[in-house]
């Protein structure tokens, strides 16, 4: 009869079978999964440097773009204002030399002054008087001398600030001398790219080099330039249009002056007129407003009356509900809302109170300057009288007579003026 050989060794049952393979099944999917995630994480890792690399690319591509044009537009103002500055260089020389004209052309006139003046000194007996003519002269000597210190001064002024405008430009010229530089590097670095061939490694490329500034630091350098610039050239402006000034004024000696006073004498009466019609004015208004603040004391008076008059029929309802008998004594809605009226009127009158003070003192403050302002009518008025009295008398003492009139730009509301040669070798303005 056959045997059945039996296997020797270890038993498994059918569960553990099973079980042994769902294991394997299950690493084996885990291990898929995971080599999965490990890919995709390769890939997005590949697709979102390749995008972050393009991206930086294009960034520093748009800033270099972005400083360039910035660099070349501070170039471009620097080249304009270097040729404002020459342009102010050359119109300032040219009006030191019309003072130091002007200046040599008073020698002339202030001799002949004095020796008029040394003539008259022979005279005799009663004929040395201090007339009118001996005065004049004086007086005409007075003014040369003060319009040679006044064409000298301008004219050291003036070489001061040709001096200045030189340093200004100076700065300028290197500034613009440095944008010139920075923006050859930068569409240098701009036209590179992974094709060129002058790309390598550099050692330690990101470090902060000696003497950077920072972007405010650079930007406020070539404002401050450009500002130091512009208030050069305003200042040789204004010294400009005043030499031409002084000259013009020292050519029209006492008339000008006579001109000059009758001009302030007017203009003095046109303040006062102005003046005295705003006082005017203001004494209407206060008294409007000094009728209308009475009439709202008035109201508060009688509104704090009514208001009273609501808080005793209050105390008299809640004094009266006190005697109330027995369970009827209790704090209904009525209790509490009369208390909340007595509340609410006491508030309303202690501030109806308050702003009747208020308005009382604010009268009195109307009051008082009411009186100011009147008294000050009556000042303006008198003073108004004794101007135009002097007025009345200067006309009769007033010569006409031709006077300097600088012709003024619309446009930018400054005064220009043309230099032109007299036949004695004076410089006029016309």
Known sequence: MATLSVKLGQRFTVPEWRTNSHLISADAEHQRSASHQVRQAGRTLRNEADNQTKWDEHDNQTRLAERISSVNR????????????????????????????????????????????????SRRAIDVVRDPVEE????????????????????????EQLCRLQEARQQLSCDHRCKVEALELDRGCLSLSVSSPNISFKVNPTRVPDGSTVLDEWEQNSRSNKEHAEAEMKASTELREATVLTIAQTNNELEAQRVATKFALRKRIRDLESAYNELKWQEQNTLGEIAEMEEDIRR??????????????????????????????CRDQVQYGLTDEVHQL?????????????????????????????MDIG????????????????????????????????????????????????????
């Open 300 to 329: 508060l008076e009688e509104n704090i009356q009514r208001k009273t008059k609501d808080l005793k029929v209050a105390h008299t309802r809640l004094e009266t509900r006190t005697y109330r008998p027995q369970m009827d004594l």
């Open 136 to 159: 004049e002269l004086h007086k005409e000597v007075k003014v040369i001398e003060k319009a040679k210190r006044q064409l000298q001064r301008r004219v050291s002024e003036a070489f």
């Open 346 to 374: 006491e508030g309303t009158i202690r501030a109806l109170k308050q702003k009747l003070t208020e308005s009382q003192n604010a009268l009195d403050a109307l009051y008082r300057q009411l009186h100011r302002i009147q």
């Open 74 to 121: 501070w170039r471009e103002i620097l080249d304009k204002r270097l040729a404002d500055v020459d342009a102010e260089i050359d119109a300032l020389a040219k009006v030191k030399e019309a003072a130091e004209c002007a200046l040599q052309a008073k020698n002339v006139p202030l001799e002949v002054s004095i020796e008029c003046l040394t003539l008259r000194e």
């Open 379 to 430: 000042y303006k008025a008198n003073s108004l009288e004794l101007d135009n009295k002097c007025m009345d008398n200067w006309r009769k003492l007033m010569v006409p007579a031709e006077t300097f009139v600088p012709e003024v730009d619309t446009f930018k509301g400054t005064a220009t003026h043309a230099l032109s040669p007299l036949k004695n070798g004076q410089l006029e303005l016309a």
